[in-house]
């Protein structure tokens, strides 16, 4: 177990949910395809309830405590959903917006390989030019020399608040500040943001994904760049109500070493 507010038993009932919504909808959809052709608007809405459930499937197996292998390989059929559904240009796609950055960051994380990275890639480049967030998650792990080529981020808090870390001012004191004060407050309006308070099962475990991309990439940058800040690193957790802020890193002039568990 990874996530200190639900027990064992809550998330193996909810994966099986997960699991058995998921085969339930992929033979409905088999059967409106073979029906109606695969350009039916209910097949486009059935790949994005399915995408739901994928996402809600695979933080659940994270915060369950999954083995990051079963975890890794959760992620290229969730990445097919979303390349069948994105729609960059709807400005109020706040939650496309968030699971990409999550998926990217998921998969920086996890390092997964070259191929299925550039597939997201490709479904970033809409805001990378936008967004500091995203160009820092695309391209500062290819260049020890990279700087941040504008400052705005596409909704603005608690995303702004991580311009200080990607930048490299004192990032982990910062990346704790943001954790701490803005991440779980700045996504109070999103339909999952107090769900472990919901009478039905509907939580499905809070990690700021992000923050653990961001401290891997930096961990790679400090390296190469000769300093030797030691990171040891579990998926950044938020400070919510309902528990305390565990710290995201410790640092100390030693090797640089970095743990994802």
Not at 16 to 21: A, H, I, P, V
Not at 30 to 49: F, K, L, P, S
Request: net charge negative; with cysteine; charged share 25%.
């Amino acid at each position: 177990m990874r996530d200190p507010l639900k027990d064992e038993a809550y998330f193996m009932e909810y994966l099986t949910f997960q699991n058995q919504t998921i085969a339930e909808f992929e033979e409905l959809l088999e059967t409106v395809i073979r029906e109606r052709g695969v350009d039916d608007e209910g097949v486009r809405n059935g790949y994005i309830a399915l995408s739901g459930y994928h996402f809600n499937r695979l933080i659940a197996m994270y915060s369950a405590g999954g083995p990051l292998d079963e975890i890794r390989d959760a992620l290229p059929p969730l990445i097919g959903l979303f390349e069948k559904t994105w729609e960059p240009d709807d400005p109020d796609s706040l939650d496309d917006y968030v699971e990409l950055v999550w998926l990217l960051s998921i998969g920086i994380m996890l390092g997964i390989d070259e191929a299925l990275m550039s597939r997201l890639d490709r479904l970033a480049q809409h805001y990378a030019p936008h967004d500091a967030l995203i160009d820092f998650l695309l391209n500062a792990r290819r260049s020890v020399s990279w700087k941040p080529r504008q400052a705005s981020f596409v909704y603005g808090y608690p995303y702004n608040r991580l311009l200080p870390v990607i930048e490299g001012e004192q990032s982990i004191q910062r990346l704790n500040v943001y954790l701490e004060n803005d991440w779980y407050r700045g996504h109070d309006g999103m339909g999952w943001h107090d769900s472990h308070l919901h009478q039905d099962p509907i939580y499905r475990g809070y990690w700021s994904f992000e923050s653990g991309a961001i401290m891997k990439i930096l961990v790679w940058m400090t390296k190469y760049s000769r300093t030797s800040p030691t990171i040891r690193m579990t998926w950044c957790i938020p400070k919510t109500p309902a528990r305390r802020n565990e710290a995201c890193a410790t640092s100390s002039k030693t090797n640089a070493t970095l743990k994802i568990t």
